[in-house]
């Protein structure tokens, strides 16, 4: 059974940084795309940031310049370093991965738990 299972998630005054990590486990054949989305209380979910098999990357414009998306296909982990963090950047942060598994044939989405970033002083 494939799991996402992220960590890295805290507390942090505005203007410092956290490292977001989600790991995929299971009998996993091969993975597209992994992204970062996150959801505010009362506010829709929104992707934050997406990374392809071959390394293309897309951020919101909210966190261009200050989110950096990562992988490492060894390990089938994604990244999110977040530099510069904001009161608005506040949110559960939730790992989605494309995958094919043992488990089907063709590409299915799978997301993570999430992990709670508060930004305050």
């Keep these: 059974q494939v799991q996402l299972v992220e960590s890295g ?17 299971g009998s996993i054949f091969s993975i597209n795309a992994m992204a970062w989305y996150r959801q505010a209380p009362g506010k ?5 940031a997406r990374i392809t098999s071959s390394s293309n990357t897309n951020y919101a414009d909210s ?17 999110l370093q977040m ?5 608005e950047d506040t949110a559960v942060y939730l790992c989605y991965a494309v995958l094919k598994s ?15 970033v508060t930004v305050s002083s």
């Design 44 to 48: 829709q979910r929104e992707l934050v």
């Design 83 to 87: 530099n510069s963090l904001k009161p």
């Design 102 to 116: 043992a488990s089907y044939s063709y590409y299915r989405t799978y997301w993570g738990q999430g992990t709670q």
């Design 9 to 25: 998630g805290g507390l942090v005054q505005p203007g410092g940084s956290l490292r977001l990590s989600c790991a995929a486990s």
């Design 63 to 79: 966190v261009k310049g200050r989110f950096t998306i990562s992988r490492d296909y060894g390990k089938n982990t994604v990244y």
